[in-house]
């Protein structure tokens, strides 16, 4: 079963930094583009980072600078390192996977995270 299980959220002070982790199943196929997502009360989910197989990496302007996508083909986990937290952050953070030919990805059960002083 194609499962995506995501860790790391939590509340943090602007400014501050957090790691988020997702574990993809074995039923998610490794060479799948991987990514985050997310979605702030009363917002669309809106793409955060996305990254290939072989590492090319796509990033919302409004992350560019602070935040890295990463991933690990052989654990098949995916990560985002998020530095110099803003407010305007704060969403649910989803974990989620897609082939080359859809644009519309799968999504893990997210995981909050908080920026707030």
């Known amino acids: 079963q194609a499962q995506l299980v995501e860790s790391g959220g939590g509340l943090v002070q602007p400014g501050g930094s957090l790691r988020l982790s997702c574990a993809a199943s074995?039923?998610?196929?490794?060479?799948?583009?991987l990514g985050w997502y997310r979605q702030a009360p009363g917002n669309q989910r809106e793409l955060v980072a996305e990254?290939?197989?072989?590492?090319?990496?796509t990033y919302a302007e409004s992350v560019k600078g602070r935040f890295t996508i990463s991933r690990d083909n052989a654990e098949n986990m995916v990560y985002l390192q998020m530095n110099s937290l803003k407010p305007e952050d704060t969403a649910v953070y989803y974990c989620?996977?897609?082939?080359?030919?859809?644009?519309?990805?799968?999504w893990g059960q997210g995981t909050q995270v908080t920026v707030s002083a």
């Open positions: 989620g996977h897609r082939n080359i030919y859809s644009t519309q990805p799968a």
């Open positions: 074995e039923g998610i196929p490794r060479k799948n583009i």
């Open positions: 990254i290939t197989y072989i590492g090319t990496t």
